[in-house]
């Protein structure tokens, strides 16, 4: 009978679901923000974290097939990204 009856939408909420992100019809307030605060503090770790590695990234042996980080990282000197041959 319960479960009939949440089907039909008497119950706005399932009366036996509980968890601690608000169970089934979830809108927490705020949310918008408090996405792009978490977005802006992940930018604001990993930027500085990301440059730091590019600027003391390097490589004794050159890669035989391109790497990524070459586009960006400064120890490579001029060559283009694919290699010279």
């Known amino acids: 009978m319960r479960l009939t009856r949440a089907a039909l939408g008497v119950y706005k909420n399932h009366p036996d679901v509980w968890s601690s992100f608000g169970g089934w019809y979830s809108d927490p307030k705020n949310w918008r923000s408090n996405t792009a605060a978490a977005f802006a503090a992940m930018a604001g770790i990993i930027a500085p974290v990301w440059m730091y ?33």
């Open 53 to 85: 590695s590019a600027s003391i990234e390097q490589r004794p042996i050159e890669p035989k097939f391109p790497i990524p980080s070459q586009r960006w990282c400064d120890n490579f000197g001029d060559k283009a990204y694919g290699g010279s041959k």
